[in-house]
């Protein structure tokens, strides 16, 4: 069974910085993706960026390039997404999700995990 679990969440002022986690378990392949979302209240939810561990690239949603950055610990099978110069507007309830490739739609992703908040006082 294939379990994801994020943690990093938390309450900061704009300008702050949060590192997101999310922990993968239960992969039948060594290889798989791992994409963020967030759903603010009243809003849809949204891409923002994914990492393949088939050739250890990352790809992001325009609006969040050059603020938040991916990244893998192989060995502990988390990808962390390190959210820098945080706006009020990045408040909402981030999800990690996985599925053996990268995927711009939520449908692409048959795994989720349950959701981490963050808010982003100003």
């Known amino acids: 069974e294939v379990r994801l679990v994020e943690s990093g969440g938390g309450s900061v002022q704009t300008g702050g910085s949060l590192r997101l986690s999310c922990v993968a378990s239960?992969?039948?392949?060594?290889?798989?993706?791992i994409g963020w979302f967030r759903q603010a209240p009243g809003k849809e939810r949204e891409r923002l960026a994914c990492?393949?561990?088939?050739?250890?690239?990352?790809r992001y949603r325009d609006s969040v390039k050059g603020r938040f950055t991916l990244s893998s610990d192989n060995a502990k099978n988390t990808v962390y997404l390190q959210m820098n110069s945080l706006k009020p507007e990045d408040t909402a309830l981030y999800y990690c999700?996985?599925?053996?490739?990268?995927?711009?739609?939520?449908?692409?992703?048959?795994?989720w995990g349950r959701g981490t908040q963050v808010t982003v006082h100003s």
């Open positions: 999700a996985g599925d053996q490739f990268c995927s711009d739609y939520e449908t692409g992703f048959r795994y």
């Open positions: 239960g992969f039948s392949y060594s290889d798989y993706a």
């Open positions: 990492f393949s561990r088939i050739d250890d690239t990352s």
